[in-house]
């Protein structure tokens, strides 16, 4: 299975301990994986008989040119939702752009190209109808995700959790501590920080935010400090956004250090009255250029 890695920006809050940065950075890329420069780009076939099999020896009779992939819709919890493609004319169809979604898609492997064993694919179930009615695809702005019920949901877990251990008896000692500190583990992984806000600004929604948007995005420290601009985003095979690359520092493009960020305390904020787009990172440029190089 081809692992998918979409070029686009995106960096996130690296902890501090040597153990935690071994478990969320990488320095090498899978020889799978694909960038987002191909991606975009890349031509859509559509069959409306089944498509069996993995690998195919070519183009097959039945698959029809339908567009070419524009841009990619991903959420804020790392999936990619769908992609936008512009159909342009399709057997009779006037040109407009439509969302497609990602588990309609198949990655299928071309054999006919043996020198690129990386070559491939992308097909999907659907006959002329389907785009007939497929509706245009436009923007829209969706509510800010509230986590506040999450967190304190998670911290009363925890303090029933530990209330229920205080009285067990004493056969249950053992038993109830390790339910209590397996309770702690994971109401701690639910808790999020504080996010980053500012004057004019929202947390920009999900739907809202595209690979397109967010390539070159400017990069800022909890002081609106400059610290560099993000460049890449990584999607594993199962549509999830793992990691993110950000150019640290540099002049004109000289001296920049990419470095390979986990993506899970990133704040995005976009401007309430327009379209500018902020990328905060709760680091400084000192720590983020003390992170290894990410090398592809």
Known sequence: ???????????????????????????????????????????????????????????????EDIGEINDVIFSRGGSVDAVLVD???????GERKVAVDMDALRFASDSSTADDEADY?????????????????????????????????????????????????????????????????????AVTREPIMRDGYDA???????????TGATAYDANDEWIGEVSRLIINENGKITHGIVDVGGFLGIGEKPVELAMADIDILREKAGDDLRVYIPMTKEELEALPTYDK
């Open 87 to 93: 159909i342009g004319g399709f057997l009779g169809i």
């Open 204 to 214: 920009a929604a999900e739907e809202d935010l595209t690979t397109e948007m967010l």
């Open 1 to 63: 299975m081809k692992k998918l890695m979409i070029s686009a920006a995106f960096a996130a809050l690296a902890t501090s301990s040597a153990v935690a940065q071994d478990a969320t950075f990488r320095t090498e890329a899978d020889p799978m994986e694909i960038v987002a420069s191909d991606f975009i780009g890349k031509r859509v076939y559509a069959s409306e008989a089944a498509v069996e099999g993995d690998a195919f020896d070519g183009l097959q009779d039945g698959w």
């Open 121 to 189: 694919f992308l097909v999907m179930n659907a006959g002329r109808a389907a785009f007939e009615e497929a509706p245009e695809y436009h923007w829209g702005h969706a509510a800010m995700e509230n986590t506040e019920n999450a967190v304190e949901s998670a911290a009363a877990a925890t303090a029933e959790a530990v209330d229920n251990a205080a009285e067990a008896t004493a056969e249950a000692v053992d038993s109830a501590a390790e339910a209590t500190a397996e309770v702690a583990s994971e109401a701690a992984d």
